[in-house]
């Protein structure tokens, strides 16, 4: 009598494990995609995931649902490990009934979700669905609320990563909307409100789902994704790495690995970066290289905003978050979706204790009609009140300019930076001196012979005064001039010196950011 009960248990785990058959399975793997099974596998340690619902059904009877029942209900959910530390885990199936999500389905994510906040532990969404299901009606639409509520709820408290992995459609994708991080795999994952169909309908437009809601369009012109992969494997261990720099939730600390390596020659790289001209470019990244742990830095929206460059790295083990102007790129200007970009990701690091790094070299903010009526002034003040907000260790790098508001918004001392340091290239000023020297000088130069040379003449008399970083030192607003080789040193001294920080903000049910 046992062994045929426990028979039966095997059997139907073995139907679980099946989900929408071989058949199906078959065709995902055609597809270049993994089933949902497959992905925890790749994504948690060896035989660390412990499945919870597995025997799960729908309740429905409608259109023929009370027909069709599959164990586990169209999503794998449980808890594992990675590296050793706790995740909670979701895996929706789109080989049971297209991944749709029903009540029972929605249930199942929720209830991780719960554990993931009591138990403080980052929550990953591995999406692969075709949206709610139709055929139960208005209370599919409820689990996804249901979901949202808690996406919200648990925003701050524990890291919430989304991987998209097939198709995430309608009220489907503001789930990873309100998470902290997105992944998308190229050409087999999409993200939109409405799809190709529906949009011609509508606009008339005629647009593929890739180029419409592709990885490589959300990573490029909407900025919706944060990072993208060419397979799920790939994909699967990129979310392995990045959680490594996390902490578990909002009242711990990043790991902090003791093994690290740094290349000695980099100091003598960091030298010869800084081109001999002002209004020549060159890649932050190679200064962000040669002052980190070696291999550490993972940018963050590499292929978006490209004039701010963001990203997690390590110094001396220690989890830093980078923020950077990218001279490389429209002179490293802040415009709308630079200061958003730096924004959300200062939001990021501040809500789970990540110390930020700045490195500047800002000539202002974009002008333009475009960038004005878009509303670059309250899109600007994202940036300015993330930093303003936030309470973590910051340490500001000014390397060339620093020019008018865009100086104040990236971290300066009076929005609360701990420490700023400037390298010898540092301009700080209200503006560069060419526009200054015509302002100031205006009518001296209208009146003068050759009114040319004496606009070079003011714009040469202006830089020596204002076009270096002594004035600001010599009022404290930056805490140090320092050469370049010494940047690393005295991040290391200034990040151990902050590492009991604590600051206390006024009492209040929250900040009004300008959305």
């Given at each position: 009598?046992?062994?045929?009960?426990?028979?039966?248990?095997?059997?139907?785990?073995?139907?679980?494990?099946?989900?929408?058959?071989?058949?199906?399975?078959?065709?995902?793997?055609?597809?270049?995609?993994?089933?949902?099974?497959?992905?925890?596998?790749?994504?948690?340690?060896?035989?660390?995931?412990?499945?919870?619902?597995?025997?799960?059904?729908?309740?429905?009877?409608?259109?023929?649902?009370?027909?069709?029942?599959?164990?586990?209900?169209?999503?794998?959910?449980?808890?594992?490990?990675?590296?050793?530390?706790?995740?909670?885990?979701?895996?929706?199936?789109?080989?049971?009934?297209?991944?749709?999500?029903?009540?029972?389905?929605?249930?199942?994510?929720?209830?991780?979700?719960?554990?993931?906040?009591?138990?403080?532990?980052?929550?990953?969404?591995?999406?692969?669905?075709?949206?709610?299901?139709?055929q139960e009606g208005v209370v599919s639409l409820a689990g996804y609320a249901d979901i949202f509520y808690r996406n919200t709820r648990a925003s701050g408290v524990i890291p919430q990563i989304s991987v998209i992995m097939g198709p995430c459609a309608g009220g489907a994708v503001y789930s990873p909307a309100l998470t902290d991080f997105v992944f998308m795999v190229e050409e087999t994952s999409y993200m939109f409100v409405t799809g190709p169909n529906v949009v011609k309908t509508v606009t008339h437009e005629e647009v593929t789902s890739e180029d419409l809601g592709g990885a490589k369009a959300h990573a490029e012109k909407s900025g919706v994704n944060h990072f993208i992969a060419a397979n799920d494997v790939e994909c699967l261990k990129k979310v392995r790495d990045l959680v490594t720099y996390f902490p578990q939730n909002a009242n711990e600390l990043p790991p902090h690995p003791k093994r690290f390596e740094f290349n000695q020659n980099k100091l003598e790289t960091i030298q010869h970066i800084m081109p001999d001209s002002v209004n020549v470019p060159y890649d932050i990244r190679k200064v962000v290289e040669c002052v980190i742990d070696d291999n550490s830095f993972r940018e963050v929206q590499e292929d978006f905003a490209k004039n701010i460059v963001v990203g997690f790295a390590r110094l001396e083990g220690r989890t830093l978050g980078v923020i950077a102007n990218q001279p490389a790129a429209m002179a490293g200007v802040l415009d709308i979706d630079a200061s958003r970009k730096g924004a959300r990701f200062v939001r990021f690091c501040d809500a789970f204790n990540i110390p930020l790094l700045v490195f500047e070299d800002v000539p202002g903010f974009l002008p333009g009609t475009d960038q004005e009526w878009r509303g670059i002034i309250t899109h600007g003040a994202k940036l300015l009140y993330a930093f303003s907000e936030a309470t973590v260790p910051r340490i500001t790098v000014i390397t060339r300019k620093a020019y008018g508001g865009a100086f104040d918004v990236m971290n300066s001392k009076n929005i609360g930076a701990d420490l700023n340091f400037a390298w010898p290239t540092a301009e700080i000023a209200v503006m560069g001196a060419k526009g200054a020297a015509e302002i100031i000088f205006k009518r001296e130069i209208a009146e003068a012979a050759n009114p040319e040379e004496k606009w070079k003449e003011k714009e040469a008399e202006y830089a020596d005064l204002f076009a270096n970083p002594y004035r600001a030192a010599e009022r404290g607003i930056v805490d140090d001039v320092i050469l370049p080789q010494e940047t690393r040193a005295k991040l290391i001294a200034g990040f151990k010196m902050l590492e009991n920080k604590a600051e206390v903000l006024p009492q209040k049910k929250h900040g009004n950011i300008p959305l």
């Open positions: 009598m046992n062994m045929d009960r426990n028979e039966d248990l095997l059997k139907r785990r073995e139907a679980s494990h099946l989900g929408g058959g071989q058949a199906r399975i078959d065709k995902q793997h055609q597809q270049g995609k993994l089933s949902a099974r497959e992905r925890i596998t790749v994504l948690l340690d060896e035989n660390s995931f412990n499945e919870i619902g597995q025997f799960v059904e729908h309740r429905a009877t409608t259109f023929g649902l009370d027909k069709q029942h599959f164990p586990g209900d169209g999503v794998v959910t449980g808890y594992g490990t990675i590296h050793g530390r706790t995740v909670y885990v979701f895996s929706q199936d789109f080989t049971v009934l297209g991944g749709s999500l029903s009540e029972t389905h929605a249930a199942k994510i929720c209830r991780i979700m719960d554990l993931a906040m009591k138990n403080g532990a980052p929550l990953i969404g591995l999406n692969d669905s075709g949206g709610a299901r139709i």
